[in-house]
């Protein structure tokens, strides 16, 4: 399998910083690191996201192929991130930038933190995905993976300020993404499946961020069919999830959660089952 050229950028999560508290007393403590990251395609500039920087590379390639302006790894030769002038050179194949001219026409500023974007016809792509209706997810998974992303070593816990998005195969975390906006989370995890070749069908997503439309569409993109969140659903979100046949789980606490849409999924566990038909 073809791999682009990949810089390996370590930078700063975290800075320490002085504050007061009520009492008047100075403190040290820890905030998450923001960062302009700007995107150029054979040295020409498509965007600049807002990042804290930990999967700069897969943040890249999970934006391009996010936007639909890259189909295939192969039109990807290189990534090179360099923070010293916060810039991201992507060398590529030349007919991505004609995909990007022409998704330019089109552009939607989406419900994302840090304002999110989306460029070109947001449903283009939308009703050639239906996701696998056989997909099926024990309900002693799902509550397995919520407590997995509570215990995970996090920025949040450290600093708070930064959504984490992580993506399971069954109740084992295979890649966990914190950022100041929980779309460049979902970016940079696209980016690492794509790198990794992994189909999503067999995956579930969780985010701590609420459930929109653009993470449904983002999730559906990857092939996911379970998309799941400590947070709340929006209408559109609930509606695209409808449209792509995606399973939606929100406000997830410990055993506790709500089955927005694809109920006949999630295979209660045998206690369930027994306690309901006693």
Same mark, same amino acid.
């Given at each position: =399998?073809?791999?682009?050229?990949l810089?390996?950028s370590?930078?700063? $999560? ?20 923001? !960062?302009?990251?700007?995107?150029? &395609? #054979?040295?020409?500039e498509?965007?600049?996201l807002?990042t804290?920087g930990?999967?700069?590379?897969a ?17 990807v030769?290189?990534?090179? &991130? ?23 026409q089109? !552009? ?13 016809d947001? =449903?283009a792509?939308?009703?050639s995905?239906?996701l ?5 997810l024990?309900q ?9 992303i !509570? ?22 975390l295979?890649?966990? &993404? ?16 794509? $790198? #990794? #070749? $992994?189909?999503?069908?067999d ?9 929109t ?21 929006? #209408? =559109?979100?609930l509606?695209?999830?409808? !449209?792509?046949?995606?399973? $939606?789980?929100?406000r997830?606490s ?7 849409h694809?109920?006949e ?14």
């Amino acid at each position: =399998m073809h791999r682009p050229l990949l810089s390996h950028s370590s930078v700063p $999560l975290v800075t320490e910083v002085e504050v007061v508290d009520e009492l008047g007393r100075k403190k040290r403590i820890h905030i998450p690191g923001e !960062r302009p990251l700007t995107i150029f &395609v #054979n040295k020409q500039e498509l965007v600049t996201l807002m990042t804290l920087g930990g999967e700069p590379e897969a943040l890249v390639l999970g934006w391009l192929r996010n936007q639909r302006l890259i189909q295939s790894l192969d039109d990807v030769l290189a990534v090179q &991130v360099d923070w010293d002038v916060g810039a991201a050179a992507v060398t590529a194949r030349p007919e991505v930038l004609a995909l990007w001219k022409d998704a330019q026409q089109q !552009r939607t500023v989406t419900t994302g933190c840090g304002q999110g974007t989306i460029f070109g016809d947001v =449903m283009a792509d939308i009703d050639s995905i239906q996701l696998d209706p056989q997909a099926r997810l024990p309900q002693d998974t799902l509550v397995a993976v919520v407590g997995a992303i !509570r215990t995970q070593p996090s920025i949040y816990k450290q600093a708070g300020s930064v959504h984490g998005c992580g993506l399971f195969r069954g109740d084992a975390l295979l890649m966990f &993404v914190e950022d100041v906006g929980r779309h460049n989370a979902v970016d940079a995890i696209a980016g690492w499946m794509w $790198l #990794n #070749n $992994l189909q999503g069908d067999d995956l579930v997503f969780y985010t701590t961020g609420r459930l929109t439309s653009e993470m449904v569409i983002k999730g559906a993109q990857m092939g996911i069919p379970f998309l799941l969140s400590r947070s709340g659903v929006t #209408n =559109m979100g609930l509606d695209m999830a409808k !449209r792509v046949g995606l399973t $939606l789980v929100g406000r997830c606490s410990g055993q506790h959660f709500l089955i927005y849409h694809g109920a006949e999924r999630i295979v209660p566990s045998a206690v369930d089952v027994a306690a309901v038909t006693s």
